[in-house]
């Protein structure tokens, strides 16, 4: 819950940020110089880059839930229980259990469900990028299907 009040609050922020972005940039625009023309049309598109990442990060992590909630009602979530050092989680454990994941995912290759667990065990052996991929993969799957 803490986490969705933090989202919806620099959500609105962000949203007071476009709104007085493009006021300022109005101003630049309607200004009677090229230059100030130029940058008023720069700061517009940085607004746009800024609402569209916004809108893509806040679909993303909207989905996960959605399909977190459905492995989780289906009890196929995987539970946390890695073992943790300061905080972080063992590296051992965690290339571990992606490896389950992995060979789960290859055997399996066109179930978002193996795709999810697969991006879960990516960012619990600290890589996002992938992570995320796998992540992005499931959530095309279950919309196709």
Not at 37 to 64: A, H, K
Not at 93 to 116: I, L, V
Not at 121 to 142: C, S
Request: glycine share 6%; charged share 25%; with cysteine.
């Amino acid at each position: 819950m803490k986490t969705k009040i933090a989202v919806g609050l620099l959500t609105a922020l962000t949203l007071l940020f476009v709104f007085l972005a493009l006021w300022s940039a109005l101003a630049f625009i309607l200004a009677n110089n090229w230059i100030a023309n130029v940058i008023g049309w720069c700061v517009v598109g940085i607004v746009v880059f800024g609402v569209w990442s916004l809108v893509r990060e806040l679909r993303f992590g909207m989905n996960t839930e959605k399909l977190a909630r459905i492995l989780h009602d289906e009890g196929l979530l995987p539970e946390d229980n890695l073992p943790r050092t300061r905080g972080r989680i063992g590296r051992d454990a965690a290339d571990q259990e992606f490896e389950t994941y992995r060979a789960e995912t290859e055997a399996d290759p066109d179930n978002w469900r193996s795709w999810y667990r697969l991006g879960l065990a990516y960012d619990a052996a600290g890589d996002r990028k992938r992570a995320r991929a796998a992540l992005r993969d499931a959530i095309t799957m279950y919309q196709q299907h």
